[in-house]
């Protein structure tokens, strides 16, 4: 409608006017009927440059742009304050307070429209409700002491950005809202910072979200294929939690002091991309409870309590991450959390460097472990019962102040061409019914073992190299059985090979040389067989046997050593 038809394009609104102000035909009283005046595509402005507060519930209805001067309050009651029910509509300048009203701001079946340089604030519900509204903008807006900051439900594609948000429950909520930008907002001191549920496709990039009690962005209920970009986020509960939500993008965020995790993924959330974020000061870095298929690749995680932290969750890969000064375990792999690939990456500094429990068939695999307080991989009842082993293969694990790697209970596992050197423990050590693992290929000095075995049974033992070690090189003790000691070349240690109370191993093919002790020492070790081993040059006997019945010694090559010698029968 054109202005000659009775409506104006530019309206003007004062409800404090001086004398004669209100003559003028485009000018009036009330924001409703400066609305009410103005033409589609016109525009109303609202004075505030005395103060003035416009106690009104206003509804814009049509295409118009609602501009206050020097930042008018509007104040009402009711469901809103402003209620936009029209396309392109635009609000800037004001300040929205609701006096007992439910939203500030209330869109519905509205699409781009723009609510920018606002301050809303005491409302019982939402500063700004989307409803059914699509593509619309809020921008530059402050808005506090509500129930929801921004809230939007069934609305796709709205932007949110440039925002302060905070004194909230929930300072952003999406609800069935896909396709919407949060960017550039400072989102502080709420509830919850962004929630969201049951959407898709949607970006938060460059938000800063801090000192919030709930978690700085919580996505839940099949909340898919959304990228989290850039962002900081600090001081909240957990930093990032996904809930039920899989196929999502969480890159380059920096996670600090979160008194929760950092990054919590759980409840089935798989196949979701963790990347180049960094993770430090928090409880967790990276918690995982019931989820798989995830990859975690490029990350930082320094600094926390624990550094990844994983509970029923398999198939996850955990690649060229760099994991340090911890002050628990780097990475632990608990009940059940089954088929994860550790790939490429320096976990260094933490109290421990990878505790696996009751875990099958994961893959740990050239990896830098080192300089952990405790052990460099510790695995406990991590049994072969059911299908599948763990895999621990060229990784090295050296200067940790524990084990090297520590067996536990477990069966099964493969442990083949690692370097392990420096340790204060062992370099390798099964104990307590450590049955049917493979070790083989291992470089192994430095140590105070080579390879230790208490209670464990049916084990392989080839082609290592151990040297240098301060105790003996490879070690059995307590009724460690039917072991297979093969091709294994022993040097610079104590006793070669050293057996107690350890009964029908086979000690095959190994080259035994330059030790201080024995090459091969039994004690109360019977039914055992040495054979074909190369044994020279060590301090002591070449085979030395105490109190030991029934050991077949056949086709020995022994020089520059003592031949056996068995000083003693068993009484």
Known sequence: LAEGAGYCT???????????????????????????????????????????IYEENVVVDKSIDLIGIDNPTIRAGGTYVVKIESDWARIDGFVIEGNSAQNGIYVENAARCRIVNCTITNTTRMGIHFSSSHNNTVQNNVIYDTTYGIYAGWSL??????????????????????????????????????????????????????????????????????????????????????????????????????????????????SNTIRGNTMSYNTYGLNFVNSSNNGV????????????YSVSSSSNVFQINTICNNTGVGISFLSSSNNNLIYSTVIRNNSGGIYIYSSLNNTIEENNIILNNGEGIYLQYSM????????????????????????????????SRNAIYGNGGEGIKLYSSSDENNITHNTIYNNSYGIYLSRASYNTIIN???????????????????NDIIANTVNDSKDGVHLEYSNINDIINNTIFRNSQNGVYLAYSD???????TIHSNDGEGILLISCDENS??????????????PSPRD
Do not use: K
């Open 553 to 566: 010694i056949t086709n020995n090559t022994i020089y520059n050593c003592l031949l056996y010698t068995s």
């Open 157 to 270: 594609g709205n932007r949110i950005i440039d925002n302060e948000i905070y004194s909230t429950n929930y300072a952003v909520y999406l609800y069935r809202s896909s396709l919407a930008t949060i960017s550039d907002n400072t989102i502080h001191n709420n509830g919850e910072g962004i929630y969201m549920e049951a959407l898709e496709q949607s970006t938060i990039y460059n938000n800063s979200i801090f000192n919030n009690t709930g978690d700085g962005i919580h996505m839940i209920s099949s909340t898919n294929r959304n990228t989290i970009l850039e962002n900081l986020i600090r001081n909240n509960s957990n930093g990032i939690h996904l809930e039920i939500s899989n196929s999502n993008i969480i890159i380059n965020n920096t996670l600090l002091q979160n008194s929760a995790s950092a990054i919590y993924i759980e409840d089935f959330s798989h």
């Open 464 to 482: 290592n190299t151990i040297y240098h070690t301060s105790e003996h090189g490879i070690a059995l003790f307590s009724y460690s059985s039917e």
């Open 527 to 533: 039914l055992n067989t040495i054979s074909n081993n």
């Open 384 to 415: 072969s019962g059911f299908p599948g082993v763990n895999r621990i293969t060229n990784n090295t694990i050296a200067l940790n102040n524990g084990t090297a790697i520590y067996i536990v209970s477990s069966d099964g596992n493969i442990i």
């Open 297 to 308: 690749l490029y990350n930082d995680i320094e600094n926390n309590q624990y550094g990844i």
């Open 10 to 52: 530019e309206i003007w609104v004062n409800n404090n006017p001086p004398e004669g102000w209100l003559d003028q035909p485009n000018h009036v009283d009330s924001i409703q009927a400066g609305i009410n005046a103005v033409s589609p595509g016109g525009r109303v402005y609202v004075i505030g440059t005395d103060g003035q």
